[in-house]
């Protein structure tokens, strides 16, 4: 069965600062992965999403992830965050064609510091 | 704006009833996917509808039934809630939705939340 793992809960940042989310994948087949950003009380929102060619992948709102198939993994990472950054980030993995749901992990709660 | 719809925004209703919620998919997407998410379960994918038809199913309980119409809005039945049941529920849609389909991405609404009392 497929699986998520964001091992860091929560992660505080100053502003400014360089960011990395770390995610770690189990998936059968050729995953197909994706970033989501989930702000207080609102929607999950596509940052970016991997399919197939190029690993390192460019989102919205100045994200990019690598990923990395030796390691399992799909980190997100931003050179310098902003204040309005601070939200819930949460990593999925998904079957080919979207014949299923997307495994979620637990999420990793960005906190900002001026 | 995720172009993805979903009424209503606040439900709140005793243990033992039954609620509807509603979900219209962004113009052109033929999938649609149901999510819970709480604290203690994160996020869950529940049920998928393709065009009408039911496609998959996740960690979806017996008690709780979903439908897409031919219009292709789908609808989350949650009957004999129980305390637990209190959580988020999102619907999601794509493109796409079978395994021989291209490469998607899901849509998400801004969710109903549900607090059983």
């Known amino acids: 069965a497929q699986s998520v793992t964001q091992p860091d809960i929560h992660i505080t940042v100053s502003e400014g600062a360089s960011l990395e989310l770390r995610c770690n994948y189990s998936?059968?087949?050729?995953?197909?992965l994706f970033w989501y950003v989930q702000s207080p009380g609102q929607g999950l929102q596509l940052l970016l999403k991997?399919?197939?060619?190029?690993?390192l992948v460019q989102g919205i709102k100045g994200f990019e992830a690598e990923f990395k198939r030796s390691q399992s993994s799909f980190n997100l990472r931003k050179p310098s965050v902003h204040w309005s950054d601070a939200a819930e980030y949460f990593c999925?993995?998904?079957?080919?064609?979207?014949?299923?749901?997307?495994?979620f992990g637990k999420g990793t709660h960005l906190i900002i510091q001026p | 704006d995720s172009g993805v719809t979903q009424t209503p925004k606040h439900l709140i209703t005793a243990t033992g009833q039954r609620v509807t919620l509603r979900c219209s998919p962004r113009?052109?997407?033929?999938?649609v996917y149901w999510y819970q998410q709480s604290l203690d379960q994160g996020l869950q994918f529940l049920i998928q509808?393709?065009?009408?038809?039911?496609?998959a199913k996740g960690n979806i309980l017996e008690r709780f039934s979903a439908q897409q119409f031919p219009d292709l809005h789908s609808e989350l039945n949650l009957s004999s809630l129980e305390l637990g049941d209190s959580a988020l529920y999102f619907c999601?849609?794509?493109?796409?939705?079978?395994?021989?389909?291209?490469?998607?991405?899901?849509?998400f609404g801004p969710g109903t939340r549900l607090t059983v009392t």
């Open positions: 113009s052109g997407d033929l999938s």
């Open positions: 999925a993995v998904g079957a080919r064609g979207g014949a299923d749901g997307l495994t």
């Open positions: 999601a849609s794509s493109v796409s939705g079978t395994s021989g389909g291209l490469a998607y991405e899901q849509y």
């Open positions: 509808y393709y065009n009408g038809e039911e496609r």
């Open positions: 998936y059968g087949a050729t995953p197909y």
């Open positions: 991997y399919f197939s060619g190029d690993t």
